[in-house]
């Protein structure tokens, strides 16, 4: 085993400081490593030259002791629906391949303020519609645990005679897969995702990462190319707890760009190291067990919760009656995340940027051919069901209805919260990750709305949650938990993960047959 | 014109000045465009009234008509409604616009505060109920002006509901007199304007500006109290006037910051409401008139001849005078309204919710912004009438021309003479003079001071008042002459030497005996002719009743004690 403290953000810079390391080295191994983990296509572009200027500029910094910070000269990835200046954005569509956007959005331009080293833009399902990673024009990413030992291991065992391994691989659950798959491949230390229903949660749930929903309006929107802007949050994906708690940090607070942020001024986040959890209230939704719920995860689940009984803490059933609707009766709540997605993605004409097609006879016969060329058909779909809920004589059965279920919802945590509950502890997916072939088994919207059943309230809500990886499944499959909130708490909930993280000392992906140098960056 | 082509194009290019793209031109949706047609329309409003144009037959109904106005005012302000690009008229194409502005993935509006504070004021000075709080939604549409396919603006809950405007209109035998009429206003509402699509027939290209997109609009809605073209004309006519005192909005017509569809229809009193039309590119006052007036002729020529009004837009041919019905072919649009996620609620405030500590940068207050509402067209008028005794017509003329106001006032500023002389000057011999060349009050060759000089030499009787007349006319010709100059020059000063004017009188009676004689007989007009003659040796230059006082003098005195 390699020592976690070579892996983490706050080590690696006080190894930078004291010059163990230049950021040119710690570039350069991340760029090799993206090079020996390309077949996992979690980048759609690789920055090179962005990141090698960044690190001798980094570099500098440190030679004269101007460090930025805990992130200056530390590799990071974008997910490809955020705008980079210069970079080229694609949100894995037709439609916007070749679309450089001329301005960054507010998250990037936090990260690069800080020294941050951009590596790439990571690979996503098309405008970020989807729950696999797999539904994007560049094609699916692989989830680097496909590869690991420990992975390979159980599988021989279970099927000694297997079939070809290649064509078993996994998928990274979606739709920040790349970002996800970029990070725990160790091509970066954190990478940003996008989070409108579990998208940054799932991967990470499914790639053994740390993956971060924060409050809604804590983090700026500005240049995250939106699915559904009431849904959307910048997510981050990272290794342990503390690099997001960095990561968040600097992201957190006001932006006058995005008028949905938080006016009061955020204080820096510094997660204590919780010794006792004694005063704590860990609420246990009922709601959450479904039967779809795999025994394992299930198991675990409920083996966190006793972990927290047994150290003091106060475990206790509580409901969400309405949650039912975004677990049972999906397509309610989802009225509003189709709407606003055909409103936003009106905007993609080919007009001003983007793709256009041949077609002029005129402006409609334009429209018409460049969207029909530019989506694909889940985005298609979603965009006609989302028109259809528009309609004036549907508005009120189906948006205005929608709107009131997800105020119930958004109720429900509330009275929960109120009743004294600190935490809720919930699955993050009904299982681990699954092979492709049988993830593609199911369309797209089926797929999507198994997926996200436990994480797409939160965002109807606007909580902060936190996927913390657990243990490894009987196959070797890295499982998931989610805690979830109280609005703004974002604080507090990553200090209780922090203890938990610690607590569960989730595995290190070992994925020496993949890549020989892969774990130890130092 | 009525129905556009569609047309083979070639394909465009997206370049740094304009995106151009080769397709047909077909409009729909909100805010109408501008055209660069115009008159400067803010009297001479041609009128029929309704209920003449047409004798009704023997047990036929009359005809009543039903217009009510949507009005896009667009907002003065430096920067765009949710964006920091720079309001400008004519600046060259797709120089102002922000990432916002064209839409591009990833950008979020962010209001502006000057755009409310606007909202607010008007609101405030048309009497209406101001919604402490108000929201945004998204209107969707396809169009190459409008980037994000859907407009942002307040469909469910407007900033301002419930207002009136009240405007005077001329009636009585002669239109001299004016009586107030009012219509209610239904609501105001913030939203964002669209950008300019240009079609380039030669070439079957349309190019697109977006200079105006993103630019604040209040949209006023008024209820359909008006009858005809002259009264919405007359409404129209003081929402500018009242906009341009506020400084919400410019509110020209030409320039589009003013643009107004009309919604018309006519029925028999006492039944229902006939189906209506709306009437779009209405691009002046006088338009406006013209166009309502054919609308409502239109319609009731249709129903008497059998037909029936359909439910349609039509636009307005300035050049037939007529309204054409606008094609659209695929019928009613359904805007699939959305509230508009990335704006949180708008909150207003006053005295009494204010919050305790709010940072009055960060919140708007009614109250405040009432206190800040300068004196209103109405008020005006009011003032002029009480201060200067002038005619209530006299005050609406004033405010009606752009500009005579502030000529008025500089000239009254400036000179000693009556009021009343100032009222008649400006309105009669001023006015009348920009009237006949067709020229705006700041075109005007003739300034202020030089008008107040020209009175205050007529009120100090150094000119008679036809003379007066005269160096008007030579001001007029703006050859950089004072008053005084011309006086001098033209020898128009009245003859202040009594002794020369008695020797004048003297020798015109001398000249004249049988005159002379017939005044003696008593006939009283003859010594108007003796006054004439003597006025005439004069060159004008001596005050007619000084000559009648001092040929009446002579005249006494002629028989008993001839001169010397």
Redesign the interface.
């Known amino acids: 085993g390699i020592k976690r403290s070579t892996r983490e953000t706050r080590s690696v810079s006080a190894a930078l400081k004291q010059g163990q390391i230049t950021p040119i080295e710690l570039c350069q191994k991340c760029l090799s490593l993206i090079k020996k983990t390309k077949f996992l296509n979690a980048y759609i572009t690789v920055t090179e030259e962005v990141a090698l200027k960044q690190a001798e500029e980094s570099e500098k910094r440190y030679k004269n002791g101007q460090s930025l910070g805990d992130l200056d000269g530390i590799p990071i990835a974008v997910k490809d629906n955020?705008?980079t200046s210069g970079i080229e954005?694609t949100?894995a569509s037709n439609m916007?391949k070749g679309?450089v956007?001329?301005?960054n959005?507010t998250v990037v331009q936090k990260l690069l303020d800080q020294g941050a080293l951009l590596m790439g833009k990571t690979n996503l399902d098309e405008f970020a519609m989807g729950s696999g990673t797999t539904d994007g024009v560049f094609g699916p990413v692989k989830n680097p645990w496909s590869y690991s030992k420990q992975y390979r291991e159980k599988r021989r065992k279970q099927e000694p005679h297997g079939e070809k391994e290649d064509s078993n691989w996994l998928i990274t659950g979606g739709s920040s897969g790349g970002s996800a798959a970029a990070v725990s491949a160790f091509t970066c230390f954190a990478a940003l995702g996008s989070d409108t229903g579990g998208s940054t949660r799932n991967p990470a749930a499914h790639c053994g990462l740390v993956g971060v929903k924060p409050s809604y309006g804590l983090v700026s929107?500005?240049?995250?190319?939106?699915l559904?802007?009431?849904m959307d949050v910048p997510g981050i994906l990272t290794r342990y707890v503390d690099d997001a708690a960095i990561v968040l940090g600097i992201l957190a607070g006001h932006d006058?760009?995005?008028?949905?942020t938080v006016?009061d001024p955020v204080k820096p986040f510094m997660l204590p190291s919780l010794t006792d959890v004694s005063k704590l209230c860990i609420g246990i939704p009922k709601e959450y067990l479904v039967p779809e719920l795999s025994s394992e995860v299930r198991s675990l689940w409920s083996n966190a919760a006793d972990l927290f009984e047994s150290e003091g803490a106060k475990v206790i059933d509580v409901s969400l009656p309405h949650t039912s609707y975004s677990i049972r009766l999906p397509t309610h709540p989802r009225t509003l995340c189709t709407?606003?997605v055909?409103?936003n993605?009106?905007?993609?004409?080919g007009?001003?940027?983007g793709h256009?097609c041949?077609i002029?006879?005129?402006?409609?016969?334009?429209?018409a051919a460049t969207r029909r060329e530019g989506f694909n058909d889940v985005v298609r779909g979603r965009i006609l069901s989302g028109?259809f809920f528009?309609?004036?004589e549907n508005?009120e059965n189906y948006?205005i209805k929608a709107q009131k279920v997800r105020r119930l919802i958004a109720n429900d945590f509330m009275n929960v919260f109120n009743s004294g509950v600190d935490v809720l502890l919930t699955p993050t997916t009904l299982s681990e990750a699954v092979p492709y072939l049988e993830f593609i088994q199911e369309d797209n919207r089926t797929r999507s709305a198994q997926d996200d059943i436990f994480t797409q309230a939160v965002n109807m809500a606007g909580l902060p949650a936190v996927s913390i990886p657990v243990a490894l499944s009987n196959q070797g499959l890295p499982i998931g938990l989610q805690f979830i909130g109280r609005a703004f708490c974002d604080q507090q909930l990553l200090t209780i993960a922090k203890w938990f993280e610690k607590q569960v000392q989730f595995p290190v992906t070992q994925l020496q047959e993949l890549v020989d140098d892969c774990s130890s960056v130092l | 014109m009525a129905a556009p082509v569609?047309r083979?194009?070639?394909?465009?290019t997206?370049s740094a000045l304009a995106?151009v793209?080769?397709?047909?031109?077909?409009r729909r949706g909100a805010p109408t465009g501008s055209t660069s047609n115009w008159i400067r329309g803010q009297s001479s409003l041609a009128q029929q009234p309704l209920h003449t144009a047409r004798k009704p037959r023997k047990g036929e109904h009359e005809w009543a008509a039903v217009v009510g106005l949507e009005i896009h005012a667009q907002i003065s302000s430096n920067s765009k409604l949710f964006s920091g690009s720079q309001v400008c008229f004519a600046a060259p194409p797709n120089s102002l616009v922000s990432?916002f502005d064209?839409?591009?993935?990833?950008?979020?509006?962010?209001?502006n505060r000057r755009c409310v504070e606007a909202a607010v004021m008007t609101g405030l000075a048309l009497n209406c109920h101001i919604n402490k709080k108000s929201l945004f939604d998204?209107k969707?549409y396809?169009?190459?002006d409008l980037?994000?396919?859907?407009q942002i603006t307040q469909q469910r809950l407007p900033i301002a509901v419930n207002g009136s405007l009240t405007y005077g209109i001329c009636v009585g035998k002669t239109r001299r007199q004016v009586t107030a009429r009012t219509v209610r206003v239904k609501q105001i509402q913030l939203e964002q304007d669209s950008g300019k699509s240009l079609h380039d027939d030669l070439r079957s290209q349309?190019l697109?500006d977006l200079n105006r997109a993103g630019i604040g609009l209040l949209e006023l809605v008024l209820e359909p109290d008006l009858s005809c073209g002259e009264e919405a004309a007359t409404a129209v006519r003081e929402l500018q006037l009242i906009l341009q005192a506020l400084g919400t909005s410019q509110a020209n017509m030409a320039e589009g910051q003013l643009r107004v569809d009309a919604n018309v229809s006519v029925h028999h009193p006492g039944e229902p409401l006939g189906v209506r039309t709306e009437v779009k590119n209405l691009n002046s006052i006088r338009f406006l008139a013209k166009a309502i007036d054919y609308e409502i002729q239109r319609q009731i020529k249709e129903l008497e001849d059998g037909g029936e009004i359909l439910n349609e837009t039509r636009s307005f041919d300035y050049k037939l005078g007529c309204t054409v019905p606008m094609r659209d072919k695929e019928g009613k649009q359904?805007y699939?309204?959305?509230p508009e996620?990335?704006?949180?609620p708008l909150l207003l405030y006053d005295a009494t919710s204010l919050p305790a500590g709010a940072d009055s940068q960060?919140v708007i207050n009614i109250d405040q912004i009432r206190e800040r509402l300068p004196e209103l067209p109405s008020v005006t008028r009011e003032r002029l009438v009480q201060q200067y005794g002038m005619l209530p017509e006299h005050s609406f003329t004033l405010l009606n021309e752009v500009g005579l106001l502030e000529f008025f006032q500089n000239v009254i500023k400036e000179t000693r003479a009556e009021p009343k002389k100032v009222t008649s000057w400006v309105l009669n011999t001023f006015l009348g003079y920009l009237k006949q060349q067709n020229l705006a009050v700041r075109e005007s060759p003739v300034t202020a001071s030089a008008l107040a000089e020209l009175l205050d030499l007529l009120d100090s009787k150094a000119i008679s008042s036809s003379a007066a007349k005269q160096v008007f006319e030579e001001l007029w010709k703006n050859e950089g002459k004072t008053p005084s100059q011309i006086v001098s020059e033209k020898k128009l000063e009245l003859m202040q030497d009594q002794e020369a004017l008695e020797q004048l009188c003297h020798s015109v009676m001398q000249g004249h005996p049988q005159v002379v004689m017939d005044v003696k007989k008593g006939n009283p007009r003859a010594i108007n002719k003796l006054i004439g003659l003597v006025r005439k040796a004069t060159l004008s230059r001596a005050d007619p009743a000084v000559i009648k006082a001092t040929l009446e003098k002579q005249l006494s005195c002629h028989g008993s004690c001839p001169p010397a």
């Open positions: 955020f705008s954005t949100c916007l679309y956007p001329p301005y959005a929107r500005h240049g995250l190319i939106p559904v802007n009431s006058p760009k995005d008028s949905t006016q709407s606003e055909a409103s993605m009106a905007r993609f004409d007009l001003e940027y256009r041949e002029d006879v005129s402006t409609e016969a334009m429209y028109n528009l309609l004036k508005y948006f | 569609l083979w194009g070639c394909s465009g997206c995106w793209y080769g397709v047909s031109r077909r990432f064209a839409s591009l993935p990833g950008t979020l509006p962010v209001l998204r969707h396809f169009y190459a980037p994000a396919g859907y349309t697109v359904d699939r309204f959305m996620p990335n704006l949180p960060q």
